[in-house]
Every structure is written in C-alpha cells, then in structure tokens.
C-alpha cells in the first residue's frame, strides 16, 4: 500500500473500500489525488495511498455501482485548470459505507473488548 | 453478491469492449503525478525535487498502468487475445514444430476418433427403446412359433420377425417387395408379428397391429418409420390412416413409429412394417401364412435374468431338440440386416483389444508430443530467459505459451477430424461379406464426437506440456543465464525425450505385430489353407421349391430341374468342369461339425468331427483335389454298395496309422451304412477355415432330393461367369424361388471375415503409429544435431569426421528404439495370446512377422535419423563455434 517501509500502519486488507467511500462521502465529488491527500492528512501520514492501489480501488468500486466517475475540471492551482475525473458516492454507494461503518464499529468493539480482557 | 456479479460482467465486457481507454486512465494518473508534485513545490520542494518527490509517493505510471489493466479487464483473457496478432509471424518461424504437432495430434486423436465412433455405434450406443436390457434375442429360434408353450419361460411375452436370411441363406424370397407408386426405391421392409411394438416398449403415432390385421385376407397395412413420414411425406398428418397406392397391393397407413426406431436389430434401417400375415401377398413366391420362419423376440420377465431362463430350458426341454432354439441372447448384442444372416456381436475380447489399441495409438502419439514441446521449448529457453529478466510475469509467459499450445489444439482437433471423417467415409467399403455391415451402422459424427475430439487433443497436449511449461516459465532460468552461457540440455531431460520415444516405438511393435499376424493369416487363408482350387471354382446354390409346396410332384420335377441345371452348367462358354457337390467351406456345413460323429473301423470306435461331401463322381477334379493314393470316383460308385468313398489323407493316417486306408472299410454312425475306401484325396478344409472338419469323406451320391441342390463349377476367370451362370440355371429353373452363384474367393473371403478386418484394422493403426514414430525419431535426432553445434563444432575442430557426428546422432535415438523394440516384441508376444483363435495357419509367435517388423522399424528409425542427422553433414566447425 505504501512506498516507504517502515513507520507507517498497514492497512487492514478490506479497509481501503471503506476509506475511499468515507473520504468521497466527506469531501463531496472528488478527483484521485484528492482522495489520497485526504487519507494521508486524516492518517497524519501513517496512510499513503500510491496510484497502482488507489486507482484500481476506484475503478473497482465504479464496476460495483458504488461510484459515478465524470470528467471534469480541476480547480487545484495548476495553469488553465485540467480536466480531472471526479467520483461521487452512488446511492448504492452510501448504503454500502453505512453497512461497512456499521459493520466497522461493532467489530472494532469486539477486539476492543478481547483486547482489554487478555490485558 | 450482486455487486460481484457486476464488476465480472463489466471486466468481461470490457475484455472486449474498453469503456476506459489506455489514454483516458494516464491521463488520470499524470494528473495526479502533476497535482502531487505541485503540493511539493508549494511546501517549499525545488522543482526537480518535488517531481521526484511526487513519483516516489505516488508511484509509477507504468505499474498503475498495468494494475488498472488487470482491474479493467480479464487478466487471462487479456493476455491470450493480446498475442493473437503476433501468432501467425510465430507460426511461421517454428512452422516445423507446429506442423509435426499439428500432425501428430491430429493422427492420433483422428484415429482414436475413429474407433470411438464406430465402437459407439456398434456396441456402446443403447437402442433406441426402453430397458433393453430386459430384450433378448432367439438367433437360432427359427422353427418356433410365438405362441408355442416353451416361449411361455419368458415371462415378459414375445414377439416375432420373419427372416429373410438365415444361417442357411437362401430365404430372400421371404423379402417383402412393396413400391409405393410416388416412391422410385423398393422400401426395406419388415414383416412382424403383432405384439412386436408393444413388446420393444414403442407408442405409435396412430395405432398398432392387432391380431385382425394378421389374418387371413385383412385389409393390408403398414406402420412407415419417422425418416420415411419425414423425407418421402413432409410429416403429412392426413397420411395416418389414408390408403397409398402401392405395388403389388395398396396399403393403408396406420401409424407411425418412433423417431430414430428403425429396426430392433442394430444393422437393421426399416421403411416400414407389415404384419406376417400380409407376406403371402408382398412376396414374389407362393408360400403359405406360415411358412415364414420367425426371428424371436422376447422380454423376461422383472427380476429374470438369461442364466434363470437357461436353467428353466435345462430343468424343462433338457432332452428335446427344441433346446437348441430356446438359445437366447441380449438383444443389444445382435446385429442384423435383410441380406445378411443375423451376426451375434457379443466380443467382449475384441472390444477390450480394440480399444486397447486405440488407447496404445494415444499413447504413442502423446508420448511423441511431449517429446516436440519439450524439444521445441528447450530450443527457446534462451528467448524465454530473457523476457523473463526483462520484466515479463511468469503469468503473462504462461499465458503466451498456453496461447500456444491452444492453437496446436484448435489445429490439431481440426486435423483429428479430418482424418475422422475420411476414416469413416473409408471404413463401409472395409465391410466384408459375412460380416458386421459397417455401411449398415450409423457412422456420423455428431456433438459428442466433436468435444471427445477437442477434449481428447487438450488432455493430450495438456498431458504433453505441463512439464515444458512448468520447466521453462520459473525464474531459476533466468538466473541460469546471467550465470553463463545457456548449457547443453541436461542428461536427464534428453532420457526423458529417449523414454518417451520407447515407449511409443513399443506401442508401434504391438500394433504391428498384430497386423502383420493377420495379414499372414489372410494370405495363409487365401493360398494353402483351403486345399481346394479357389481361384478357379465357383459354386451354384439352388433352391428348388418353396416350402409351402406339397405337390407330390415336386420331388420329380426337382430331378428334372437337376438334370436342365446341370446341362445348363455345361453349355455355358468358359466353364471346364462341372459337378453336384456343395461348397467344402460353408456356413450349413459348419453347423453339422459341432457333435463328432462316431466311427468304427475295423476293432476300433472314434469320434471325429466329420465331413461328408455327396456330390458327383467327377467333384473332387472339379474342385482341384488331386488323388493321392488308390483311384477317383466313378459313375458306377454312385450305386454301389458299401458305397464307394474317398477319404481325405489326414483322416486315412489317424483312422489307419499303420497301414494303408485303401480297401478298408468305416462305418460312421449316421444313415448311409457302411463306407468303402477307394482312394485318398489331399486334405481340404470341410466347414470352415477357422474350425475346419478333422476330415472329409466323398461320395458319388449325387443330389439327395432335398429342397436344396448345389453344384461345383470349375472356371478359368469365376469372376466374369458369376452372371452368364446365374443367367442360365434361372432360365433352366424359372420357378425357382432362390439362385445363389458365389465364387471360391468369395467363400473364402468370408470365411475369413474377421482375419480381413483385423488386418485391415491393425495395419491401418500400425500406419499410423509408424508415422507418429518416425516423426518421433526425427525430431529427437534433429533437436540433438540443432542443441550441440558448439559440441560438435569443437569435435569437428578436433579432428572428428561428419560421419562420426551423423553416427553419434544416430546412436541417440537408435538406442531408445531398440530398447523400445525389445520391450514392444515382449508385449506383442503376450497380448498375440488373446486371438490365437483367429490365426490360422500360424502361431502367435510367429518369427517371419516378429522379424519383418523388428526391421521394418529399425529401418524406418534408421532413416528418419538419417533425415534429422541431415544438417550433421555439412556442419562447418568455425560456423558451429559461433553458435550459442
């Protein structure tokens, strides 16, 4: 997931879905460099998502029916603006992130509880 | 679940149809190498740096690249249609490999292909009515009425079909002749009993027979097959029940059979049925409604099986003739045609070595392939090595092999069914009097064959490749080449390829060894074994009434038929000799071998199988058989008492070991008394080639006054008097309901029937597998001239002479032939065991066949070695040096 070795967290397998839903979900529309520079900020660098795994989550999540990818124009500084391709949360997109948070939560809970117990 | 389901079906979809393009996805990712790497700057990054920096974080394009190619589409499908393009350049530089492949393949699938299908249609394929494993058939059931109380053993009812040939022949004239007025061909057509499609377990479109239909005087009808509705009718529904203008009557259709039923007997293709009833009015003859005699049918009953009813005809008939008619065998197992006797087909030994040498001819053909893959791949390890250092995946090369080897399949299946369809379009003509019809069988190729064939092709080169693939697509192989030059193949590999190339030379001595034992069995068969002249006889059978005929005149006119027929015989140009007398092989006379016959001679009892031969004085000379001892038969033996007999010489040395048979006297236990002996005759087979009399006594008798009479011609060229003969005795007895005229060939061929098929079956096979063989050797020569040019090169350097390479070349294949001959001869001489039976004249281990072969396989490896050696010979030493 990472270029760097060591002293980043690694993601759990399945969790990538789950961030790139809940970043598109926070920001509204937006474009890939986006959604990573979202991740590493709220990760505070721990998570830094290269392009041979941020896109093809993307593109995977579009074939699902979960993201709706347009083109469009880039508003981030560079010169005349360029044209970026947005994604957006479908319908079918926000039911999946409230079954995957919910699902998240009551499982980070129970490792929660184990963890506290054999402490 | 769902949502699974949608991205396969978009990746599938865009295999074939990109809804991102290659364009469209790095436009994306340079946006975001762009975007990266102006946050770099503006934190402060130098330029180049923050480009740099951008790059390691996000990565490179080329891998995200490839990565969104993967997710887009199939990887696997990807892969294979991606080097689509580039197959007909590869086909053209290894286009030896894929041509012997293609080949080999194609020649052994196509010939297993073959057997599959006429082994489908001749046993495996069920009939096409229900439960037939219930079904038996009463071959030898002849003189039994359906309603007679021993069929009552079967207790799931019976059913009857009139023969029209039998193990007598001569019934064709119980062959019903219907011509329909709108249809042009004389219809195939079966007389039958009522119950006979209730019994098969058949529905009718319409209705069946009933017992009003059979009587006497009903209204004729007929039930038509589904192919006869369908190609001469168009399915018309008015048919069914509507007179059709027919010859000699016209005849109501009342139903329809099944789709696909055309006969209960494989061989057997009906146009339609009539009840037995209707014959006398069909049948070109005068016969009475009973004279039909009758194949049976019959079910038994739940629970029932053929060792219950075998025991029952035991416990109930065990001392009366009618025993010998309650003989039943599984329906399934028979096969039956109007013109040919009915054929039990029950081999299970044949079936076993059938599909042995099916499975041999894989064998070898699949052991020749692997020996090309691996001798193919072997030469590009140096090509593969590279691309896999150079980046390429394991994945990706496998998948370009695969790509590969899936061409030689689709090729090579292709191929198999070329050679199929040609088989097939060749085998009816291999049909041999006597025997199983093949023209009869159903030899299309259908679905099922179609997928054996492409699955047998894939599981042959998957069996083939797996090792070459495997071998050459690891990384270890690439590490071998930055270690040093691409080495020699390994000892280990080059035993591999001589294994493989013995144990087809094995395979191909069997199949050769069997066809050469046949083929000799033949030629035996044909030449000595007789003993009588076949190429100059022919042999007339004649019945001389029907057996509906009860005039008391008949037995006179007959005589009268005789004498004419025998006038007749004489006056036809180019006949030299004619005499009474039946054909010595035959299969009526086979029938009165099976029980001895005791004989007593003088102070002594023994039986023997014994043939009787009445005919004229003159029918030994017209036979060909020579005289050897004591004097010929006479006009005046014809009445003399005890009659005058001659005997043949093997019978004369066993009956009178020491002393001479001339003058003696025997008395074999039949009606005739007592027999003198007049002379001795060389021996000639009595009954059949294949389980001949142990000896034959000849009479002067003449013609008995039976039904039947037959007459021996002697001819220069029987071939051209077979019509001019029929032509006259027809004309001599018009009345005559049956004229037969076979040559001795003819009776010889088909006494030899399956020795005929078994060679041209074994030699055909043996082609073949010879031919994957040599191409085997070839190659395996050819590839080890090609792989050790540097070798050969320093030998050359170094004093050695071209001859001494092309010997060392040919020592590597000649040695794994031999090895494969010595083994090949051990199994031939094993398996020969199972049809000794059929070799007549010759032991199964025959050393005149075992030798040819054994050479003809040296010399055919030493050749093909020679070609493969060829380039050996003009090997230059500073030319091999430079290869690598």
Redesign the interface.
């Known amino acids: 997931m990472t270029n760097q070795k060591t002293a980043k967290t690694d993601v759990l397998q399945g969790t990538l879905d789950l961030m790139v839903l809940q970043t598109i979900d926070a920001l509204g529309p937006s474009h890939g460099y986006a959604i990573a520079a979202r991740v590493e900020q709220v990760s505070k660098g721990a998570i830094q998502l290269n392009m041979g795994t941020l896109y093809p989550a993307l593109m995977r999540l579009e074939q699902r029916g979960l993201l709706r990818g347009t083109w469009g124009i880039s508003d981030t500084g560079l010169r005349g603006g360029r044209k970026a391709r947005f994604y957006s949360l479908t319908a079918a997109g926000r039911r999946q992130l409230a079954a995957e948070r919910q699902a998240w939560g009551r499982m980070t809970a129970i490792m929660q509880d184990l963890l506290q117990q054999e402490g | 679940m769902e ?2 389901l ?2 396969w079906f ?2 599938f979809w865009s295999t074939f149809r990109q809804r ?1 393009s290659d364009t469209d ?1 790095e ?3 340079r ?6 790497a ?2 770099a700057r ?1 934190r402060g990054q130098p330029p180049d740096d923050a480009n740099r920096a951008a790059r ?6 080329a ?2 690249m ?3 190619r ?3 589409g199939l990887p696997w499908i990807d892969a294979a249609l991606s080097g689509v393009g580039n197959l007909p350049r590869l086909v053209f530089r290894h286009r030896a490999y894929f041509t012997f492949a293609t080949l080999t393949l194609a020649l052994a699938v196509g010939a297993n292909l073959v057997v599959f299908t006429v082994v489908n249609a001749l046993w495996l394929r069920p009939l096409p009515f229900p439960d037939t494993d219930r079904l038996v058939a009463l071959p030898d059931g002849a003189f039994v009425t359906v309603d007679a109380p021993s069929l009552k053993i079967f207790g799931g009812g019976v059913a009857g079909q009139a023969m029209t040939d039998d193990l007598f022949g001569g019934l064709e004239f119980l062959r019903p002749q219907i011509r329909f007025d709108q249809i042009g061909r004389e219809l195939e057509t079966l007389a039958v009993t009522p119950g006979y499609f209730r019994l098969l377990g058949l529905g009718i479109l319409g209705r069946d027979f009933t017992a009003d239909d059979n009587r006497t005087g009903a209204e004729p009808v007929a039930i038509i097959s589904d192919r006869l509705w369908s190609q001469e009718f168009g399915r018309r529904q008015g048919l069914i029940g509507a007179v059709i203008a027919a010859k000699p009557v016209p005849i109501r259709v009342i139903g329809v059979a099944p789709s696909g039923f055309e006969g209960a007997r494989r061989g057997e293709k009906a146009d339609m049925w009539i009840p037995t009833g209707l014959l006398p009015r069909v049948v070109t003859v005068k016969i009475g409604e009973s004279d039909a005699p009758l194949m049976i049918f019959a079910r038994l009953a739940r629970g029932q099986t053929l060792a219950d009813v075998e025991r029952l005809v035991q416990r109930e008939y065990a001392n009366e003739p009618i025993k010998e008619y309650l003989k039943a065998v599984p329906l399934k197992d028979i096969f039956g045609t109007p013109e040919s006797r009915t054929i039990v087909i029950r081999e299970g030994n044949s079936l076993a070595i059938i599909g042995g040498l099916a499975m041999l001819v894989l064998l070898g053909g699949c052991a020749t392939l692997a020996a090309l893959v691996l001798v193919h791949y072997e030469r590009r390890r140096g090509e593969l090595a590279v691309r896999l250092a150079l980046g390429a995946s394991r994945l990706r090369l496998t998948a370009e092999l695969c790509r590969e080897l899936l061409l030689i399949v689709v090729t090579g299946t292709l191929g198999a069914m070329l050679v199929a369809t040609w088989g097939l379009y060749i085998i009816p003509s291999l049909s041999l009097p006597g025997g199983v019809d093949l023209g009869r069988l159903d030899l299309s190729i259908d679905w099922r064959v179609v997928s054996a064939a492409a699955a047998m092709a894939l599981l042959t080169l998957l069996a083939a490749a797996c090792l070459p693939v495997s071998r050459f697509t690891r990384g270890g192989i690439a590490r071998d080449l930055v270690a040093g030059p691409a080495p020699t193949p390994s000892s280990a590999s080059q035993r591999v390829r001589q294994g493989l190339l013995a144990l087809h030379v094995s395979a191909t001595i069997v199949v050769l060894i069997a066809a050469g034992l046949f083929v000799r069995t033949v030629i035996y068969g044909f030449g000595n074994a007789p003993g009588f002249d076949v190429d100059h006889t022919l042999f007339v059978n004649i019945e001389l009434w029907s057996p509906s005929n009860h005039e008391p005149t008949r037995k006179a006119n007959a005589a009268q038929a005789v004498s004419r027929i025998r006038d007749a015989l004489r006056s036809v140009a180019g006949v030299k000799e004619a005499a009474e007398g039946m054909a010595p092989i035959c299969p009526v006379a086979t029938r009165f071998l099976t029980r001895p016959i005791v004989v007593r001679t003088d102070g002594a009892e023994r039986g023997v199988a014994l043939g009787r031969l009445d005919g004229s004085a003159n029918v030994l000379s017209t036979l060909g058989v020579p005289i050897v001892a004591g004097r010929g038969l006479t006009q005046a033996d014809m009445s003399a008492q005890p009659v005058p007999t001659v005997m043949t010489a093997s019978l004369a040395k066993m009956l009178w070991p020491r002393g001479d048979a001339v003058g003696q006297v025997v008395s074999p236990v039949w009606r005739g008394g007592r027999l003198l002996i007049v002379g001795i005759a060389r021996d000639f087979v009595f009954g059949s080639l294949n389980k001949p009399a142990t000896g034959t006594v000849v009479t002067a008798r003449g013609w008995a006054g039976g039904i039947d009479c037959q007459f021996a011609v002697r001819a220069a060229h029987p071939e051209a008097m077979v019509k001019p003969i029929l032509k006259v005795v027809q004309a001599a007895v018009p009345d005559a309901p049956s004229v037969k005229v076979v040559t001795g060939r003819d009776l010889v061929a088909s006494d030899l029937g399956r020795q005929r098929l078994g060679a041209w079956f074994f030699s055909g096979f043996g082609l073949v597998a010879l031919l994957l063989g040599v191409f085997g050797v070839f190659g395996l020569v050819a590839y080890l001239a090609e792989s050790r040019q540097r070798e050969f090169g320093i030998r050359l350097a170094l004093g050695a002479t071209t001859r001494d390479l092309v010997r060392q070349g040919l020592a590597a294949a000649i040695i794994p032939v031999s090895v494969g001959l010595a083994a090949g001869l051990l199994c031939a001489a094993w398996i020969a065991r199972l049809f000794t039976s059929l070799l007549t004249g010759l032991s199964a281990l025959d050393p005149l066949t075992y030798g040819a072969v054994a050479i003809t396989m040296l010399v055919c490896a030493a050749m093909a070695g020679l070609g493969g050696a060829w380039r050996l010979r003009r090997m230059a030493p500073a030319e091999a040096l430079r290869t690598e």
Not at chain 2, 31 to 36: D, I, K
Request: glycine content about 6%; proline content about 0%.
């Open positions: 949502r699974k949608r991205e978009l990746r991102r996805l436009e994306e990712l946006l975001h190498l762009e975007l990266a102006a946050d503006r390691l974080r996000a990565g490179g394009v891998q995200a490839d990565a969104l993967d997710q887009r």
